[in-house]
């Protein structure tokens, strides 16, 4: 489990920074810069981080590779943006509408990373694939699907949803590692590797309902994870269809 002491966003000297006057506030409505898919596949190569902010189901039907799919419409884009990203980072996104975009930046505005984003891909994924270049997949995988695979052939599950949460109810042959503890946070180092998984495993990962999930598996992916499948309706919807879960302290759940 996670130590009490709650970590901090890897974004947290820019907002820190910006407080004190040491960074320029933006002042004005900031607007993102269409980029080419050229563009964005060249800056891709320096080491951008490229975000998806496209829903897990359309992300995982195809995205940009090593894009990390973090949803505009969650209430938390901004401050999950601020928890994946390391400090002065610089940011692409990838958006449904080229409208979307100009919504991103300007929620990104209150964590001060607006200044980070290099800009967007004009056009969007479409754009990527009418240019024909490379894409990548998640495969998703519901609930029903998991529970019969894990009784048959062993697959394992990665739960990443915060410590109450999996407190509250969990599957029992899960591991658990909330998905802000798979990248650095400041002094604290990335925890991955504390899953103890092959590379080369099956796993299904879940949240709540399936975006943090997908938003974990970008990491995965990254760090050389390929036969990862995301759960969608996540434990919601494992709950939902009444499958058996247990409580943090192992007893088994009745709903």
């Known amino acids: 489990m996670q130590s009490e002491q709650p970590l901090k966003p890897a974004n947290i000297l820019n907002i820190v920074a910006t407080n004190q006057g040491k960074r320029p506030l933006t002042t004005h409505i900031p607007k993102a810069k269409p980029l080419s898919s050229l563009d964005v ?51 692409i996104l990838v958006t449904e509408k080229d409208e979307d975009a100009q919504e991103a930046i300007f929620k990104l505005a209150f964590v001060a990373l607006d200044q980070q984003v290099t800009g967007y891909l004009q056009g969007g994924f479409k754009a990527w ?60 180092p990335a925890q991955l590797s504390s899953l103890n998984l092959e590379k080369e495993q099956k796993i299904a990962v879940t949240c709540a309902t399936g975006k943090r999930s997908s938003t974990a598996i970008s990491i995965m992916r990254l760090n050389g994870y390929q036969h990862v499948y995301n759960v969608t309706g996540g434990m919601e919807a494992w709950k939902s269809a009444q499958l058996p879960m247990v409580d943090g302290a192992g007893q088994v759940c009745k709903f």
């Open 41 to 91: 596949l060249e800056h891709s190569k320096q080491g951008v981080s490229i975000i998806d902010t496209r829903p897990s189901a359309v992300y995982g039907a195809g995205h940009v590779p090593g894009s990390i799919n973090i949803q505009l419409a969650s209430g938390e884009f901004e401050q999950r943006v601020g928890w994946m990203i390391p400090d002065n980072n610089a940011i």
């Open 129 to 188: 694939l009418f240019n024909g270049q490379q894409i990548d997949t998640v495969a998703q995988m519901d609930v029903h699907t998991l529970h019969n695979r894990l009784s048959t052939n062993g697959l394992q599950v990665v739960d990443v949803r915060s410590e109450d949460e999996w407190n509250d109810y969990h599957i029992e042959t899960a591991r658990f590692l909330p998905y802000t503890s798979m990248v650095q946070q400041l002094q604290h």
